[in-house]
C-alpha cells in the first residue's frame, strides 16, 4: 500500500528527542528546546514572536481566545476546512459564518466576503488550503475597511509565500499545525506567530493556566496548551531542513501534473500571481464529465493498493455546526462540489518519480 502521507524522521530528530528527555525536558516549562523553536519558527515566517502549543487546533482556539470577543460575536471562515477552524469560533461562544470557496484556488472567495459583513463581524479565520496562500493583499483591505482582525489558518501552510512573504505573518495571528503528516512534525504540537507584542504577552499567559505573580493566584481563565520539550526538540531538528522539504513538495506535485496533464477530467489547484504553494498535499478535483465518481476512483485505487482521502465538508454542512444557520443561508456551492469530488493522493516527502508514475498510470487505465 502507497499511503496518502507517512511522515519521514529521521536519526537526528530521534536523538534531538532523547536528548531532550535526558535533560529533563519531558513537560512544558523547563529546559532551552521550546524558547530555541519559538525563536527559530519566528524567523522562519518573518514575525517577532511565536508561542508553541499543543496542537494546530489548540492554536486557533487560542488565537480566537485572546481576542475576547463579545458573545455572539460573527467570524467569518473558510467553508473548505478542517472542522478545527469552526471549533475555536464556536467554543469560543461566538458564531461561525462560513464564506464559499473560489473554484480555482479552493481557498475562500475574497470577493464573497463583503456580502457576510454587518455590525457583529469581528474577524476573518482565513485557511491557505492545502498550502496555497490565500489573496491577503484583498483580504487585509477588507479587514482594514471594516475594523476587523485577521487570523491565518495555516495549519497545512509552512513556508507558503505571497510576493515573498510568509503566510502566517499577514494577520495579527498565524496559526500552524505540526500534526503527524504536516510539512514539518513532532506527532501532535502548533504554533502561533504575531508581530504584536501585546497579543504574544497575552498568548504565553492564557496558554499557561493565567500564571502571574503571586504563584497560584489568578486573574485569567486560561489554558494549559503547553508544548513539551521533547516535541519542540523534534520538530525544531525538521525546521533545519524544511526548505529541502518543500524543494520535495514542488517537485511531487509537479511531477504529478506532468504524468496527469493528458487526464480532461482532473483539475489540479491553482496558486494566485505571486503565490508560492507549498502544497501540503497534492489535491485533484474531479470534472463532472468525469465518467465514474470521485468515491469509485478512490475504491478503485484503494484496491490496488494506492491510498486517497477525500476534501473536506463544507462547514455550512457540518451536523454539529447546522445550529447556528438558518435554512437558505451562507450556502456554498463550490465548497460542497470540492467535497464531493476533490481528493488528496499519496504526498509523502520521500515519495518516489517511480511511485508517481505507477499512481498515475493506474488513475489513468481507471479513469480513460
Given amino acids: 500500500m502507497i499511503p496518502v502521507f507517512q511522515p519521514t524522521i529521521s536519526s537526528s530528530d530521534i536523538s534531538s528527542v532523547i536528548k531532550a528527555i ?15 523553536f519559538e525563536k527559530n519558527f519566528a524567523k522562519f515566517i518573518g514575525t ?13 482556539h487560542l488565537s480566537v481566545a485572546v481576542c475576547n470577543f463579545p458573545k455572539n460575536s460573527e ?27 473560489n473554484p480555482l484556488t479552493w481557498n475562500i472567495d475574497a470577493d464573497l466576503i463583503e456580502k457576510k ?8 479565520i482565513v485557511v491557505h488550503f492545502l498550502g496555497n496562500p490565500v489573496d491577503m493583499k484583498k483580504i487585509m483591505l477588507i479587514a482594514k475597511k471594516y475594523n476587523l482582525k485577521v487570523i491565518e489558518d495555516a495549519a497545512e501552510s509552512h513556508g507558503s509565500s505571497l510576493h515573498k512573504k ?3 505573518s499577514f494577520g495579527i495571528m498565524g496559526c500552524f499545525s505540526m500534526y503527524a503528516n504536516k510539512i514539518i512534525t513532532c ?15 497575552k498568548l504565553k499567559l492564557y496558554r499557561n493556566l493565567g500564571f502571574t505573580i503571586p504563584r497560584f493566584k489568578h486573574f485569567v481563565a486560561g489554558y494549559n496548551f503547553r508544548m513539551t520539550g521533547y516535541q519542540a526538540a523534534f520538530v525544531n531538528n525538521q525546521l533545519k531542513r524544511i526548505k529541502n522539504i518543500i524543494k520535495k513538495k514542488i517537485h511531487i506535485q509537479k511531477t504529478y501534473e506532468y504524468y496527469l496533464s493528458d487526464v480532461k477530467a482532473i483539475n489540479f489547484q491553482k496558486t494566485i500571481s505571486g ?12 470534472s463532472l464529465k468525469s465518467k465514474i465518481s470521485r468515491n469509485t476512483l478512490s475504491e478503485k485505487l484503494n484496491n490496488v493498493g494506492i491510498e486517497t ?18 435554512k437558505n443561508v451562507h450556502l456554498t456551492p463550490v465548497s460542497n462540489l470540492l467535497w464531493d469530488n476533490g481528493m488528496y493522493l499519496p504526498s509523502s516527502h520521500n515519495l518516489s518519480d517511480l511511485e508517481i508514475k505507477k499512481i498515475c498510470s493506474l488513475i489513468k487505465k481507471i479513469l480513460l
Fill in 22 to 36: 535526558k535533560n529533563g525536558e519531558i513537560s512544558g516549562s523547563f529546559g532551552d528546546n521550546i524558547n530555541i
Fill in 48 to 60: 517577532k514572536y511565536a508561542i508553541a502549543v499543543t496542537s494546530g487546533t489548540t492554536a486557533l
Fill in 75 to 101: 467570524i467569518i471562515i473558510s467553508s473548505t476546512t478542517n472542522i478545527a477552524t469552526a471549533l475555536a469560533v464556536v467554543h469560543n461562544n461566538c458564531i461561525p459564518v462560513p464564506v464559499d470557496s
Fill in 117 to 124: 459583513i454587518n455590525k457583529k463581524t469581528k474577524a476573518i
Fill in 166 to 168: 510568509r503566510v502566517g
Fill in 187 to 201: 506527532g501532535e504540537g502548533g504554533i502561533i506567530t504575531t508581530n504584536n507584542n501585546q497579543i504574544y504577552k
Fill in 275 to 286: 503565490g508560492m504553494n507549498v502544497y501540503w498535499m497534492v489535491g485533484i478535483l474531479l
Fill in 309 to 326: 482521502r477525500n476534501f473536506f465538508m463544507s462547514m455550512r454542512q457540518q451536523p454539529c455546526l447546522k445550529k447556528y444557520f438558518k
